[in-house]
């Protein structure tokens, strides 16, 4: 299984809604990341879970929350979100060290309205 | 000035063509990565490179430590390759996988 899936495919929601994207893949790997990708440009690192712990955040402000359960779980919760937050969400995994390839979801498109 | 610069932004062309992209950057990195994003997100990775040269059936990825520069080459394009090529380096060595992306090539390859 190389697969890293993330849901929901689409999401919309308002400024005072509370959501959550999931991501999960099954292949080992302890390194997972959330990418945010605005149409037409390069994705931007939010953040990085290594061994199921937050190893980096890129000044992510704390309307978007991060959580690892386990080792083949990644979350991110979503409140109180801005129009400007509206982009695609990119879930990705690799190994912690020596990294060959990353392996990326399809991502959750997410309109905040 | 962008610490991963590609080049060309846009490469529109016919069906069979061998196409090159290419990529600068100006940091020292300890790896390359070539990415390929399809309309709709998905993104696959197709290259890590920190020397030399990869081949992948009809992909080829070279790497110039020295000169800074990295090319993608594409032989007997399909217009299934059309899509957003992207560039990225890896700076140091620690743990996980920090990139920074260059603004990538649209390719569009016409029957």
């Known amino acids: ?4 899936t993330q849901t929901p495919k689409h999401l919309v929601m308002g400024m005072t809604n509370k959501k959550s994207l999931k991501c999960e893949q099954h292949m080992g790997h302890r390194a997972m990341y959330w990418y945010k990708q605005k149409a037409k440009k390069p994705p931007e690192l939010m953040f990085v879970y290594s061994y199921e712990k937050l190893s980096i955040n890129e000044s992510v402000p704390s309307r978007f929350s991060p959580e690892c359960p386990n080792s083949s779980l990644l979350n991110l919760h979503l409140h109180a979100l801005q129009p400007e937050d509206s982009a695609l969400y990119l879930c990705a995994s690799s190994q912690v060290q020596r990294v060959e390839k990353l392996f990326f979801g399809s991502g959750t498109q997410l309109s905040v309205l | 000035k962008n610490e991963v610069e590609q080049s060309p932004q846009n490469l529109t062309a016919q069906e069979g063509e061998f196409i090159t992209i290419n990529c600068s950057y100006s940091v020292g990195i300890s790896a390359l990565h ?14 890590m490179l920190s020397s030399g040269k990869k081949k992948h059936g009809r992909l080829i990825a ?3 430590i020295q000169e800074k520069h990295s090319s993608l080459h594409i032989t007997a394009s399909h217009p299934r390759d059309s899509a957003v090529y992207i560039c990225a380096v890896k700076v140091g060595e620690t743990s996980g ?3 920074t992306f260059g603004e990538g090539t649209q390719l569009t390859v016409n029957p």
């Open chain 2, 62 to 64: 070279t790497i110039n």
């Open chain 1, 1 to 4: 299984d190389t697969e890293v």
């Open chain 2, 34 to 47: 070539w990415l390929q994003q399809h309309p709709g997100g998905g993104i696959v990775s197709l290259f």
């Open chain 2, 97 to 99: 996988s920090r990139l």
